[in-house]
């Protein structure tokens, strides 16, 4: 039994060398993320094709369908399926963009109509002048700028987009049919003494992103879904837009939820004739479908996927959003818990390999 002191030495020293291992793998990470920014879409993509679609394609190879076949296959019904969904979706999503492109304008008069009677009965009732609605027309106009910029971004990224739309299947073919030799390779390239415990870690981190990655993508899918269906019943305008709008910022944890209220109230705000209680029925359906998110999807879903902090899950969203901007935002839950299983099992291996060091070491004086 080692002395409270050096036990206490121990842990320390465990957790200095565990700190600069993990700082040395997320330097490496992020140097790489940004040497791959240019394609780094398409990658993310293609990984996550490679997730969704990998079962499938070792149930194809079990049953002696060649494995380059059966990708193939697998590849095809994807983008055939993807081509019909698109055909006849489509359509509808782009005539509801155009609507509410033409809303945005009552949108923002009403909200000035509504800011001007809350100012007055606020200056009513606590005697302090209140202008609320010069404060958003500001916040409008800074909207609006920043809006126009996207735009130019977006068009100044079309060349991306297709290059990724190009990329996509081609990389997903070939990571599904070479990603694991590869992965070999890599992990032959370890230590004898790391190698154990570099394919301990690969296997955790790699289950958990498949586990989160499925789980996300079918809770995405679900949110929209319960969403449209909640803006249709309460008479809603754009439905279907909000709906997969409300299953899309679902992906960014805490602030996704509170921006789609926020467009829901917007669209409620436009709709005529104006009556304030379908606010509270807009946002009564983003509540409902937040309850439900909770109390049934999380906990099937992706509860045993992700163990993060509050506190840290925001502060990664909001360093990998500086640093990634929109694709940081969504990859930063993912790489928060890669980092810290990679963390957990550095310090596990290095502080029993410390702690066997040292009840060796008085026998070996002897």
């Known amino acids: 039994m080692l002395p409270t002191d050096d036990r206490f030495s121990q842990a320390s020293s465990a957790y200095l060398q565990t700190f600069k291992v993990t700082a040395i793998v997320i330097a490496v990470c992020l140097a790489s993320f940004y040497l791959l920014s240019s394609i780094l879409l398409p990658i993310i993509f293609s990984f996550t094709l490679y997730t969704l679609v990998e079962p499938l394609s070792n149930h194809l190879v079990r049953r002696n369908i060649n494995h380059s076949v059966a990708i193939i ?3 095809i019904l994807m983008m055939t399926l993807s081509i019909l969904a698109i055909s006849f979706a489509l359509p509808p999503f782009i005539e509801q963009v155009v609507l509410l492109k033409d809303k945005l304008p009552f949108i923002f008069s009403q909200i000035e109509n509504l800011l001007n009677v809350y100012s007055a009965r606020l200056a009513a009732s606590l005697g302090i002048e209140f202008d609320l609605s010069s404060i958003v ?14 735009l130019v971004a977006i068009s100044e990224q079309v060349f ?9 299947p081609v990389m997903t073919y070939f990571i599904l049919k070479d990603f694991k030799s590869l992965r070999n390779e890599l992990l032959n390239w370890l230590p004898n003494s790391s190698f154990e415990l570099g394919w301990l870690i690969y296997h955790r981190v790699t289950r958990q992103l498949q586990i ?9 899918l679900i949110m929209s879904i319960v969403a449209t269906i909640g803006y249709t019943v309460v008479g809603l305008d754009i439905p279907v837009l909000l709906g997969v709008l409300t299953g899309l910022l679902n992906l960014i944890p805490y602030i996704g939820p509170v921006i789609s209220m926020f467009l829901a109230t917007l669209v409620a705000s436009a709709m005529t004739p104006f009556d304030p209680s379908l606010i509270y029925l807009a946002i009564g359906v983003v509540v409902f479908a937040q309850i439900v998110d909770n109390v049934v999807v999380i906990p099937s879903l992706i509860a045993n996927a992700v163990d993060l902090h509050p506190v840290l899950a925001i502060v990664g969203i909001l ?8 694709i940081g935002v969504i990859l930063a839950i993912p790489a928060m818990a890669a980092i810290k299983i990679i963390h957990r099992n550095l310090y596990a291996d290095i502080h029993n390999s410390g702690r066997i ?3 060796n070491a008085p026998r070996k004086s002897q």
């Open 73 to 75: 296959l697998i590849l």
């Open 357 to 359: 060091s040292a009840l």
């Open 319 to 326: 360093v990998f959003g500086n640093l990634f901007g929109a």
């Open 212 to 220: 989160y990655t499925r789980g996300v993508m079918l809770q995405s």
């Open 160 to 168: 991306t987009i297709t290059l990724s739309m190009i990329l996509v």
């Open 137 to 150: 027309v500001s916040v409008v106009a800074q909207s609006a700028s920043l809006g126009n910029a996207l």
